[in-house]
Each structure stands twice: as structure tokens, then as C-alpha cells.
């Protein structure tokens, strides 16, 4: 089912750091056989390593997961999204071995197709993506971190997470060895007019509980969205690079397609 899509996206420094290690792409294929095959593509990296060489890693991903799916057949998405990620650590860890200045470096990865009435992710890290609909909102990914893990033994709460020192540390990454460990997975909800996709760093996602982003999303204007919710992770302190990626579903659609709002679960 063809979908009418609006995607805004953008980046931020924040407030605490030297420069912006974040990437990200938007890519929405002109052609409309193309767009039928392809899909819409919606990349998110943080990078990590410290001087440039987060920033490196970031870039090197996101380039290399675009050119991947843009080479791609469009049969077999989840083939087609697990060898991009594959290609995108194996050019990242690549780099990092050749040049003593990068070595170490990595960089998370989400990546989100929307392509008729379903989405598909590849996830690497702890950037984000969510399903919005109305003022609910699932987390679509699982964070590859070290608070993550505890979350999951029940030994801290989801809150204190939020403020614990360890919160940064992820457990797998793009290019930090030879091979990755991705997810990869079609969403098992189908999409309707009004939801939104959000895919994003934890720069925005950090600064906020879940159901805040759904409201500001529920509620924003399109055109302002990004600079709304950069300025208000900036205003909670930005102590990291903030980068926003929206796609809003315009079409209506037939109601036979359309899942009750009760599958989005709220976090």
C-alpha cells in the first residue's frame, strides 16, 4: 500500500561537546518504481572514539549503508539490511586498522525502511527508533548497553538508568571488530496515516521520558519539529550530540488495514 510520507531531520552539537560526532541520512528514491522497491531510508550513527574519529566512524556507517540499500535488489529487505550493516563495520573496522589516529573507533547504527505499510529495522547501539501514534509511542529498538542488560536482570530500575553514570556504555557497536551482531527485523505492527517513525541518538532520547517525545510529536508542527525537540533536549542540559529524524504517514488509508491504537504500548 503506497504511503504519503514527510520526513524532517537535523543535528545539533548540544551544549557539552567539542564537535558533532552524530550522522545521519534521509533517503527518499525520486523515482516511483524505485520508491516501490526501495522504500524510504532513514539512518541515525553516533559515533564514539574521541578526537575526529567518532565522527569518522559516524559518517563511514551512514555513507556505506545508503550506497549498500541503494545497490540493493529490494526482494529480501531483511537481507538487504543486514549486508549493509555487515558492510558498513567491515568498512568502519577497516579504516580503524589502517590509520593509528582512529584506531578504537566505532559508531552506533540505526536504520528504519518504511515501505508500503510496514517497517523494517537494522539496529546496532543504543540510538533509537520508535513507532508515534498519537500521543503512544513502542520503542522499536532494544538498546545494546551495559544499563540496558541491568534493566533486563532487574538490577536497576528503567528511572534510575536514566541517571546512572554508566548509561553511555554500549555492548556492541559498528567497527569495533571484525563482525557484528545486528538486529535486524520487520516491525510487527503495520502502519497507518497519523503514526510517525522516530529514529534518533541518544542525545534526544536521554533527555526525555518516552511518552514526553510522543506528545511533543503528537503535537508539534512538522516544519518545527526538529528544532523543537533539539531545543528542548538542549534546554534539559544537551550534554551530547542531538540528532532528530521524523517521517510522518500522511495517506488514509482503507480501515481493514488499519491495527488498534492498543498494539502501541506505552513505555
Not at 29 to 34: A, F, K, L, R
Not at 62 to 75: D, K, L
Not at 82 to 110: F, Q, W, Y
Not at 220 to 248: F, H, Y
Request: hydrophobic share 40%; charged share 30%; glycine share 6%.
Amino acid at each position: 500500500m503506497r504511503l504519503d510520507l514527510t520526513v524532517v531531520a537535523a543535528t545539533d552539537l548540544g551544549r557539552k561537546r567539542p564537535q558533532n560526532e552524530d550522522s545521519y541520512a534521509v533517503l527518499i528514491p525520486e523515482d516511483e518504481s524505485e520508491r516501490e522497491r526501495h522504500g524510504t531510508l532513514l539512518v541515525v550513527a553516533d559515533g564514539m572514539g574521541g578526537s575526529l574519529s567518532g565522527e569518522v566512524a559516524s559518517r563511514l556507517a551512514v555513507e556505506t549503508v545508503v550506497h549498500a540499500m541503494e545497490q540493493s535488489r529490494g526482494a529480501d529487505m531483511i537481507a538487504d539490511l543486514r549486508h549493509a550493516i555487515e558492510s558498513a563495520n567491515r568498512v568502519v573496522h577497516e579504516k580503524s586498522l589502517s590509520d593509528p589516529e582512529l584506531n578504537g573507533m566505532g559508531t552506533t547504527c540505526t536504520v528504519v525502511v518504511i515501505r508500503d505499510d510496514y517497517a523494517w529495522v537494522a539496529h546496532v547501539g543504543d540510538s533509537r527508533a520508535y513507532l508515534v501514534r498519537g500521543e503512544r509511542i513502542r520503542q522499536l529498538t532494544q538498546d545494546h548497553s551495559l544499563v540496558a542488560r541491568l534493566i533486563e536482570r532487574k538490577e536497576i530500575t528503567r528511572e534510575q538508568a536514566r541517571r546512572d553514570p554508566r548509561r553511555n556504555i554500549v555492548t556492541r557497536s559498528i567497527g569495533a571488530a571484525n563482525e557484528v551482531e545486528a538486529d535486524v527485523f520487520k516491525a510487527d505492527i503495520r502502519l497507518r496515516a497519523g503514526d510517525a517513525i522516530l529514529v534518533c541518538s541518544d542525545g534526544l532520547h536521554g533527555q526525555f521520558r518516552d511518552l514526553e517525545l510522543a506528545e511533543i510529536i503528537a503535537n508539534g508542527e512538522t516544519d518545527t519539529l526538529c528544532d523543537q525537540l533539539i531545543a528542548e533536549a538542549n534546554d534539559r542540559g544537551g550534554p551530547d550530540n542531538i540528532t532528530v529524524v521524523v517521517a510522518q504517514l500522511r495517506n488514509p488509508w482503507d480501515a481493514e488495514t488499519q491495527t488498534d491504537v492498543d498494539e502501541v504500548r506505552e513505555a
